[in-house]
């Protein structure tokens, strides 16, 4: 069996669960994914502030 193309969290490279972050009381929206101890993804700055990062299905290289 395949696994499904994994997603990755672009800051840190840690792969990324298809499950809402287990604590998100931000007062945004929830996001979709969360790192896999639950954590939401790493915050990047974004026009509207810090947001979770947008998974990427490339593993990050270097860093
Ligand atoms: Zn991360």
Same mark, same amino acid.
Request: no cysteine.
């Given at each position: 069996m395949e696994k499904a193309t994994a997603l990755y969290c672009p800051e840190c490279g840690e792969e990324v669960a298809n499950v809402p972050p287990?604590?998100?009381?931000? *007062?945004s929206p929830r996001p979709e994914h969360s790192h896999?101890? *639950?954590?939401?993804l790493c915050a990047v700055m974004t026009e509207e502030g810090y947001r979770p990062a947008t998974p990427t299905s490339r593993r990050p290289n270097g860093e």
């Open positions: 287990r604590v998100w009381n931000t *007062g896999l101890d *639950g954590e939401p």
